[in-house]
DNA sequence: TTTGCGTGTGAAAAACCCGTGAACGAGCGT
DNA sequence: ACGCTCGTTCACGGGTTTTTCACACGCAAA
């Protein structure tokens, strides 16, 4: 089964969940809980934090416009002026490069977006 | 085995039974006796008090939300001016920290609720 | 080189969330 | 009626998160 782009197409965004966990090698995310883990300890992630990472996640390998990230994380449509994803991709970035250092999950589209690889 | 989110799950939680003892170090609850003590000596909790950390310790390690607890300790739906969950965590506090001081039990989520955490 | 666009990011501003003292009323025993 | 306890709600201060702004940098085209 292939998604929309040809790529592979997770369970969960096939059926639209965005409660399933995700396992990106030693990186876990489980939003029912509220938590992303890195080798089982706790990642401190705010709300809006976790929500991009867990959207981003169950898009993995498949480049979110920032358009699709505002609809689905921030419930509102995006206006080009509009720099909170690429604020809160940075603060991600952060987060995640201070608990695996050197590893790069989120990749910048320049033009079109964001992609989420969970591969080294 | 596993619950929902993929965690552990207590006996309690598993049958569902609120009645269940749950021991965290010096910290004992007996909700059928309608007690918690310490080293063996009982807290003076309320009614409420005593419904709000038996069901915070019957899911230790698992941030609860607001929600949630509003709605199996309180019986009723949870409206984001209703600031009771926080009023009761608050008379926790103060109450096991009289009897335990320094040790931290419950444990604040911005922006989600709390979660019982019985070690260090 | 100059201009324009897109992105990264520190920091200010705004919005939101939480801790807590206090007030109030209901219920209860005296 | 009185005093007491408990549950609920309000209000304010302080803390945290989210949003917005401003500027710098890299890159590509003119």
Redesign the interface.
């Known amino acids: 089964m292939e998604g929309e782009n040809g790529g592979p197409l997770s369970i969960a965004a096939l059926i639209g969940d965005d409660r399933t ?1 995700v396992y990106a090698g030693r990186l876990e995310i ?1 939003p ?4 992303a883990l890195v080798d089982g300890r706790p990642l401190t992630l ?2 809006r934090e976790l929500q991009l990472l867990t959207e981003l996640a169950h898009n993995a390998e498949r480049v979110m416009t920032r358009d699709e990230l505002c609809e689905r994380v921030w419930g509102r449509n995006y206006r080009k002026s509009d720099r909170s994803v690429d604020v809160y991709v940075g603060r991600l970035r952060a987060k995640l490069d201070r608990a695996l250092p050197g590893r790069r999950f989120i990749h910048t589209h320049t033009g079109i977006g964001y992609r989420f690889s969970p591969q080294a």
Do not use: Q
Not at 32 to 35: D, K, M, P, T
């Open positions: 966990p489980r029912a809980e509220h938590a705010t709300v």
